[in-house]
């Protein structure tokens, strides 16, 4: 090979080079073509999601407010769980468990045989979850660490997923969802609990809130199924949506 077609192949090699990069990048779906830098009011983080601002983490430092003594009244967490329909030996993982309010109200219901995954990201917030659920003696609650893009579940582990008033302010919507789909069982749900963004009345910031059509915009970008919405509670609604199967992916046309 003489130096100029030596020449010519590295430069062929080099153009080939950048345009599989290029791919590359196009196909990963970076975080950063997902999301949209906006002004950062005082409740976001600066980023918009599918139209969406994203709110920003409610800290460790307001723990207690989670677990005020009024919530039961103006949340009614036990029509919550029963709207669930939990069953003794099913697998449930509570994402953003925060102290673990609502772990620890689902947990009698999985048992016998059941467990409760209890993730937060903040490992302050996972300290004081281990403290409540070592005071409630509820061994089938597992406190987890998870990350700001992944909850780290075993794959097709988990029989049903719920997040309550925390997918309005995961920094990483998409992803954190995605691994989420993931870590359910074929047919497992996904339980989506946030306060009425349609509702004037319920005294919670905006970005803190969500429509019943954003929350189904959004859960559209997985492979989720909308199974039904429980309107039953004073403040929130809660969405439910089941793990679509293979087949289905396949062969969405089909009858
Ligand atoms: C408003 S609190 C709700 C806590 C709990 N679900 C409850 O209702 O009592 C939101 C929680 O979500 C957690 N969180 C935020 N982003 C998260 C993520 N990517 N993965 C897991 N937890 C997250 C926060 O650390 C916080 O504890």
Redesign the pocket.
Known sequence: MNRTSWSLSAALLSVLLLWAATLALADSGKPSERYTRVPAGADGIGERYMGRDIAG??G?QGAAW?EREEREREERTDLLVTALQLKPGMVVA??????G??ARRMAPAVMPGGRVLA????PE?VALLQRTVRQSGLTQIQPLL????D?RLPAASVDLAI????YH????PYE?LDSIVSALKPGGKVVFVEYRAEDPQVPIKALHKMSEVQIKREAAAQALVWERTVDTLPWQHMLVFSKRNKKDLQSPASP
């Open positions: 983490v409610m460790w989670l509570d994402i953003g468990a925060g102290t309010y609502l993730v937060d990201v903040q917030m998870g990350a700001e893009d909850v997040m309550v008033d925390v302010e995961l920094a990483l954190v």
